[in-house]
């Protein structure tokens, strides 16, 4: 993964508020997680998911993955300060990672997959799967259908919401998490299992920190919007559009997340 869409300065704060640590546990609740394994966490930013996967094992190690180096500093002292001791963290692109020979029980990644489109998503499946041991697990959690379950139907944000992840791809994947099966069943898993979750399920008005969350991510990719839709006050109005919703009462919005598990 040499390109980020989400590449900014207050990154790194969206994702420690993003992460909801009783909706990740929920999701680990899928993953086989013993004690004593050694855990590879792909694509883990600052950290936040790492945290909370250390306190899931017992006696276990996790080594978390990225390539953004400020998202890292990050993570490093977010562990200093907890005083954890089973994490570590590698600066590093999957497809060449600094990890040696390495062998992990487990490889894991929650929402990263849908920043490397279908064909990165098939390097990093093989690489994953090159990183666990004979018999090691591999787990992908990634979302289905960001921001595009919605009613009731406007059908002008539909027009804009499709013409622009028409044009983020393939930085970007909307659809990913249905893609994940049949990825895992060409790189020659085995006893692939698949799970459905649901990961935003908003009726009414959004909390304020799901609001603030999206409006972090619409202000990272503003220059997007303003590429895309031709100028700021036309990406302005298709943002301002889209976040209204999270404010109505009338309105309900949902996507899914796919965890999708194979044993190499």
């Given amino acids: 993964m040499t390109t980020y869409l989400m590449e ?18 929920r999701e680990l609740e899928y993953v086989p997680l013993e004690p004593g394994y050694s855990v590879l966490e792909v694509g883990c930013g600052t ?3 790492t945290r909370i996967l250390s306190d899931e094992l017992s006696l276990g190690t996790v080594v978390g993955l990225d390539f953004s180096l400020q998202r890292l500093q990050k993570a490093v002292h977010m562990v200093r300060k907890e005083g954890r001791k089973n994490i570590r963290f590698v600066c590093s692109d999957l497809l060449s990672p600094g990890l040696g020979k390495a062998k992990f ?86 006893d692939i299992r698949v799970d459905l979750l649901p990961y935003y399920l908003i009726a009414g008005r959004a909390d304020p920190t799901t609001v603030r969350v999206w409006e972090m991510k619409v202000e990272i990719i503003r220059d997007h919007l303003d590429r895309i839709f031709g100028s700021r006050t036309k990406a302005d109005e298709v943002a301002n559009r889209f976040l209204a919703d999270f404010e109505k009462e009338d309105v309900l919005l949902y996507n899914t997340l796919f965890i999708v598990q194979g044993v190499s």
């Avoid at 207050?10 to 909706?23: D, F, P, V």
């Avoid at 093989?126 to 139907?153: H, I, N, Q, Y």
């Fill in 105 to 190: 029980d487990l490889a894991y990644s929650r929402c990263t997959f849908q920043y490397l489109g279908e064909e990165g998503g098939k390097k990093a499946l093989k690489k994953m799967k090159d990183l666990v041991k004979p018999g090691g697990r591999v787990v992908v959690a990634d979302v289905d259908g960001v921001c595009l379950f919605r009613t009731p139907v406007d059908p002008v944000r539909e027009v804009y919401l499709e013409l622009l992840f028409s044009k983020l791809e393939p930085t970007f994947d909307a659809y990913m998490g249905r893609k994940l099966y049949r990825m895992f069943l060409e790189s020659g898993f085995k």
């Fill in 47 to 49: 950290g936040a998911v």
């Fill in 8 to 25: 900014d300065p207050i990154e790194a704060e969206r994702l420690e508020i993003k992460t909801k640590r009783e909706k990740v546990q």
